[in-house]
């Protein structure tokens, strides 16, 4: 028979992603600024929460047994171990032990529990779950009423003692997959790692609100599509003058047109109301398209108010995808389709697709100014051709123009995009990157 430990639940962390800090100056010898946990353990120093060793260090790539893990929690959550005569239950803690008193303090409040064979192996590293669970012992924070999703992340087991603690830990953006989406249940932590899990934890307690991953995210907007939306820094962007897409770029992946299982993208579109619907009744379309188009699938329905406009959100896991509409004041409304990859990393890039969501705000489109004779902006058109950069002036001279073909490959420095304006009757042919018009031809035609 398997023996198993349990201790009861909370939070943690990942080394692959850091959140701001307030730091101070004064710091332990051996945790530069630049070590992934040096904030967490700055700010539980400044707090007078943890100690180091008398040389000044703190020693945070050390490994971190059950003990010690015990000890430090305990001080963290302001619990003072005393010894006293009473037994506890396990053969391996000697009473003259230095971690005697703490062992003993978390038998006596009911928190620690050890192995079947009446051992708590104090010596042993501690592993990810253990830490989690044992902080949210000490920190009085319940997940019995947890549920746990179909797939908490990668390598995490939804069937072990450790599932409802590290769905919460997740939940709260405590726990957070590494650049494969996977996250290691027998991993031995570190001093640092563990002072990383118990800041996380006391931030989730006072301030209420999950871990904010959306640290370092820039935002953009597109006054043409409505929209303002943050979005991980190295994600790209393509704007056009009714559709726009944010999407994560990844290896070979040339364009977002095609999702490979590490990527994610956003894509927005204004959609047309001929009929003047009201946003009820396009919600309830919508609804009922969704019914006809997904019979064997229930799609999750949510109606909410975003940026002060009436809006659908719309969840099918089975197919990774959350969309949100949103009912526009001239009556149309935005359509955005956020989809995310079937690789482990999918699980993490669905919560980031999510904040994506959430950040968005409505825009005014800009006042369009009114239009030189076409002849007159042909002639400026010619004149550009070949010039860098120019694309942004060259674009509100054609409103009407769509593209009608993309070289994501190109000409070897970046997608080639082909604009038809039905108006001009000509079509222009881009370099996107350099924002450079290689050549216009006459008609809708990308054979130049």
């Excluded at 997740?170 to 563990?194: C, F, M, W, Y």
């Excluded at 010619?382 to 993309?406: G, H, V, Y």
């Excluded at 290689?438 to 130049?448: C, M, P, R, V, Y």
Aim: glycine share 4%; proline share 7%.
């Amino acid at each position: 028979m398997r023996i198993r430990q349990r201790f009861s639940v909370l939070i943690v962390l990942v080394a692959v992603f850091s959140l701001p800090y307030c730091v101070s100056a004064a710091n332990f010898s051996d945790v530069p600024e630049a070590h992934k946990n040096f904030a967490a353990i700055q700010a539980l120093k400044d707090a007078n929460l943890i100690s180091g060793y008398k040389d000044g260090t703190f020693k945070p790539d050390q490994p971190v047994n059950r003990a010690e893990s015990a000890a430090i929690i305990l001080k963290a959550a302001g619990i003072t171990a005393t010894k006293t005569t009473e037994k506890i239950p396990f053969t391996d803690v000697p009473e003259d032990a230095w971690f005697f008193p703490t062992i003993q303090k978390g038998v006596n409040m009911g928190k620690l529990k050890g192995y079947e064979d009446k051992t708590f192996r104090p010596a042993n590293p501690v592993t990810l779950p253990e830490a989690v669970t044992l902080a949210l012992a000490f920190f009085q924070v319940s997940t019995k009423n947890i549920e746990v999703d179909h797939v908490i992340y990668d390598g995490l087991d939804t069937k072990e003692w450790y599932s409802k603690p590290l769905q919460y830990a997740k939940n709260q953006n405590l726990i957070l997959p590494d650049e494969k989406g996977h996250v290691d249940p027998a991993k031995s932590l570190t001093r640092g790692e563990l002072a990383e899990i118990i800041y996380r934890m006391r931030t989730v307690q006072q301030t209420g609100k999950p871990i904010d991953i959306t640290s370092g995210w820039i935002t953009t907007e597109s006054q043409y599509n409505f929209w303002k939306l943050k979005h991980p820094a190295n994600w790209e962007i393509f704007k056009g003058q009714k559709n726009s897409v944010i999407w994560k770029r990844v290896g070979t992946q040339a364009f977002f047109t095609r999702m490979f299982p590490k990527s994610a993208r956003v894509s927005i579109s204004v959609v047309e109301n001929p009929e003047s619907l009201t946003s009820s009744q396009i919600l309830d379309k919508l609804k009922a398209d969704y019914a006809e188009n997904y019979p064997k699938i229930k799609p999750a329905y949510s109606e909410l108010t975003i940026s002060t406009r009436g809006a659908l959100k719309v969840v099918i896991p089975e197919r990774r995808t959350i969309d949100l509409y949103i009912y526009l004041p001239n009556r149309s409304y935005l359509a955005v389709y956020a989809e995310y990859g079937e690789a482990p990393i999918g699980e993490f890039l669905k919560k980031q697709l999510e904040e994506v969501l959430a950040s968005y705000q409505y825009v005014e489109a800009p006042p369009i100014p009114p239009l030189a004779p076409l002849e007159e902006r042909l002639s400026t058109l010619r004149e550009n051709i070949l010039i860098s950069d120019k694309w942004k002036e060259i674009a509100p001279l054609f409103p009407d123009k769509k593209i009608i073909q993309t070289d994501a490959i190109g000409i070897g420095t970046g997608p080639v995009d082909y604009y038809f304006s039905k108006e001009a009757n000509f079509t222009i042919k881009l370099e996107r990157n350099s924002g450079t018009v290689l050549n216009i031809k006459e008609g809708s035609t990308d054979a130049f």
